[in-house]
């Protein structure tokens, strides 16, 4: 029984001291398959290795596949159904039902199959074979759960390094003083002026604090871009041009908290800073289907020299997307013509909860 002040078994991170879960996200396309695929290598493997004309080989494969099929995809549906009750329960609990719901998955699958194909047997010899092949369903379910866990453990120290790398590119020092020393330069003349910038700049290094790993409404994460554009606008004038296409946005769909800042950031210092002509930085966000769609692109400089850390910034924010989403984001980056383009699709996921709409005025 839990005591009154111990910490509660959910909802609490990782970085919080919380225990890794048992069950990964079998929902997931790229976890699913990690679990099919070998399954399936291992019922050739053991039709090859098993004695016979080339004939019985490949009616032993075709036996196991007609076994290893349902099993096991009935069983990622239903782990993938029930993961998020289950994986708020005691670590031993969870273990419990992670091998426990396979295994019984399979009592109905197995004893028909040898109910067809075993008719002879004794029901005591039924008894064993079905207890040993419900062993053998239990600890592949044991060494699949275990191999997943460990991935995810291992890709933990990943996902740390790339949010502190994130944190480190995202607000370079030069740019706080540049926008202070803006500041300081209108406090006389525009003191209204400068009242706006620093409240902006407020508000972002508020938003900056927060959580990376945060899932927010995409029209908050517009607002913070806007104001971030609008704080450079300020200190670049004429050499900046924002255009946005926002039509076709979906207003509550989730995203990545900071995952566009990162990007424009880089628009605006490989693509605006280096030339002295005005640039143009388009944003489109779009829902396709069931993906939401972004679109950055920036003006490039002819003869400009390129700067160091733009891959290290893309390749941040993929490797975000990629721990995030895992095979279901498709990512790509690179020129076009004079312009630079970044794209990207990660899933369509809906805000349910009540949040407090942020709106930007940049004439305020």
Known sequence: MQAKNDPPTTGRRLTDGAAMPV???????????????????????????????????????????????PLALLSVLVLCAFRSRINGLPIQMQWVFSLGLPVS???????LDLWLNGSSQSVLQFMLTLSSRLLAVGIVTWATVRVLQLRAIALAPSFSEARLQALQARIRPHFLFNSLNNVLGLIRTEPRRAEFMLENLADLFRVLMRDTRD???????????????????????????????????????????????????NAIHHGIEPGIEPGLIRIVISQQAEQVHVEIENTLVAGATARPGNQMGLSNVRERLT????????????????????????????????YVRRTFNPDH
């Open 23 to 69: 069950l990964v996200d079998l929902c997931s396309t790229g976890n699913a398959l990690r679990v099919l695929i070998p399954l399936n290598l291992g019922a050739v493997l053991c039709a090859f290795l098993d004695a016979g004309s080339l004939r019985d080989q490949a009616l032993f494969l075709l036996h196991l596949l007609v076994v290893i099929e």
């Open 105 to 111: 998955i399979a009592i109905p699958i197995l004893s």
């Open 323 to 354: 721990l995030l989403y895992d095979t279901a984001v498709r990512f790509e980056a690179g020129p076009e013509g004079k312009m630079f383009r970044v794209a990207f699709d990660f899933p369509y996921k809906k805000e349910r909860r009540r």
């Open 215 to 265: 899932l927010v409404a995409i029209e908050e994460e517009v607002v913070t871009c806007q104001q971030y554009l609008s704080i450079e606008a300020d200190r670049l004038g004429d050499r900046l041009r924002v255009q946005w296409d926002l039509d076709s946005m979906v207003p509550d769909a989730l995203i990545p908290s900071l995952l566009l800042q990162p990007l424009l950031e």
